[in-house]
């Protein structure tokens, strides 16, 4: 049996719409709808038409037993980063984490806890742990 394929990589109004799932677990089209209008109003037809075409996608899957139907993400919200990092460190970075980390960090400075995260991985790595 072959592995299922990665969905592909969403669009940035299709984040907004996964944060929204893993915020607040599986939701119907509206209660998509509620949580992007906290920040930016969007349209019933237009939130609709986006979670179609990520059903399509792969991105989420719907639940058609159900009257609203329900959509939850395919992947959790550390795969899909993930797999954007992964994308972008090959596109942009030739396969560089260096370079890429070092570029993160001159553009937002990280506090202590996060610098001290990025050691605790670090010294994982090190350890063979990765």
Not at 9 to 14: I, K, L, N, V, Y
Not at 93 to 109: D, T
């Amino acid at each position: 049996m072959t592995p299922t394929p990665l969905p592909k990589r969403p669009t940035d109004a299709e984040l907004s719409i996964l944060r929204a799932i893993w915020d607040h677990g599986p939701c119907t089209v509206r209660q998509v709808l509620l949580a992007l209008n906290r920040d930016r109003p969007t349209g019933y037809t237009t939130v609709l038409k986006l979670m179609q075409i990520m059903t399509e996608k792969g991105l989420v899957e719907r639940d058609e037993t159900t009257r609203p139907q329900v959509y939850r993400s395919r992947l959790s919200r550390e795969q899909t980063e993930r797999q954007l990092v992964r994308d972008l460190l090959e596109r942009a970075f030739a396969g560089s984490a260096r370079r890429m980390v070092m570029q993160a960090l001159s553009i937002k400075k990280a506090s202590a806890e996060e610098l001290a995260e990025i050691e605790k991985v670090l010294n994982r790595i090190d350890k063979g742990n990765g």
